[in-house]
């Protein structure tokens, strides 16, 4: 998550040097949400019948590998070619990496370990950008490579390769295969999984909630800059801010959830958390200054570092029973449709209405109807120690 972080901020640069449009520019960031979307759900069941190593492994090498053809394109189409490329490859490795932390977790601990996860993803995605900033702003200033090439992009490429390298030889010299090879893991069809009311809860929730999410903070800088006058840092810092808590207290707040299950329910968790975000999002709209808007941030990334780990434990409970991998690629799936359509929507809602301050309201809007959906499906849930299945040893086959 480093190396894909570093380039986030450089991409939209590139792709203009390059030559392409707004639209191309925006084809390049959809290319390759939609690239891995469509190949986790497939990679996710072959590790669910063949193992984590050997296609966690070699997902982190094939992205190693196509990091190094950024360097080399001429044209916009080209960009393209290897964004989608390298999407599939990131669905090689994102499903498989959660799903392998999920069949580590201890029965009870599910919250911690989801936590340890997320807060290396987070981290990975907020500290990339800054780094692939400074990268470019120091090689940049030396002569093209080769005559050709700009030396700030190759840095910054030749770092992500890098990077994924090393995790890939990682994987493969010191990562033992998980415990659950072998076992005979769970591979109903998705059609099966869809039958579940906790599944149907992650999935809405995921979706639609990442959706207002996203489009909160996507305008978040524009309101910002253009309604109170902050400057880009201030903005940066308020993103940053949010971001930063919700790494470093994922797994704090998931051994608190884990600790605290039998009287507070993940499910509860989750439901609380979500109102909290929307009444804090539907209240920047009346934010006249940095340190109010601050406040908001601050309590969308305390509410994340509960809800997340909540969530992604109760994800978990799903893998046993249909198969970690594809349980955690339709989760991922989720997230990246309500990332993708967050901003794009956001949009349309600010162009009909004439202003900014209307899509924090359909962002809050957004996040209650995703946390409502998800209430009502797993209205039913009986919470650990209730179930068969929480009686189960560690790496037990699921009951039926």
Known sequence: MLGMGIISPLMPVYA???????????????????????????????????????VLGSGLLFYA??????????EAWQLMLVRVVHGAA????IPVAKAYVGEMSPRGEEGTWQGYYNAAFFGGIGGGPLI??????YFSKMPPLFGTFDTGFVAAFGAMSLLNLIGAITVFVFLPESLMHGRGRPRPSFRSMWQSGMMRGIL????????????FFSFIPIYGGLTLGLSTGETGTLLTT??????????????????FRSKVSRRTLVIG???????????????????????????????????????????VGE???????????????????????????????????????????????????????????????????????????????PTT
């Open 132 to 137: 692939g900033g400074l990268l470019y702003q």
């Open 16 to 54: 203009r040097d390059l030559g392409a449009t707004g639209i191309w520019i925006g084809a390049l960031m959809a290319g390759y949400a939609a690239s891995k979307a469509v190949f986790m759900p497939f990679i996710a069941r072959l590790s669910d019948k063949h193992g984590r190593k050997v």
């Open 204 to 215: 809405s929730l995921n979706a639609i909630e990442h959706l207002g999410r996203t489009a």
């Open 273 to 315: 958390g979500g109102c909290i975000i929307v009444a804090f999002m539907a209240s920047a709209p009346f934010a006249r200054n940095f340190w109010q808007l601050m406040v908001i941030a601050v309590i969308a990334g305390l509410t994340s570092s509960v809800m997340t780990p909540a969530s992604s434990a109760l994800s």
């Open 65 to 74: 590998f196509m990091s190094l053809f950024y360097m080399v394109v001429q």
């Open 319 to 397: 893998g046993r029973r249909h198969g970690m991998a594809s349980v955690m690629a339709l989760t991922s799936v989720a997230i990246s449709i309500g990332q993708a359509g967050g901003p794009f929507l956001g949009g349309i809602v600010q162009q009909i209405a004439g202003g900014t301050e209307p899509v924090f309201y359909f962002a809050a809007f957004m996040v209650a109807l995703g946390i409502g959906l998800f209430g009502v499906f797993t209205r039913k849930y009986q919470p650990a120690g209730t179930t068969r299945m929480e009686h189960q040893p560690p790496g037990a086959p």
């Open 90 to 93: 990131g669905g090689l490795v």
């Open 242 to 259: 949010q971001v930063a808590l919700s790494a470093l207290l994922q797994a704090p707040f998931g051994r608190l959830t884990d600790r």
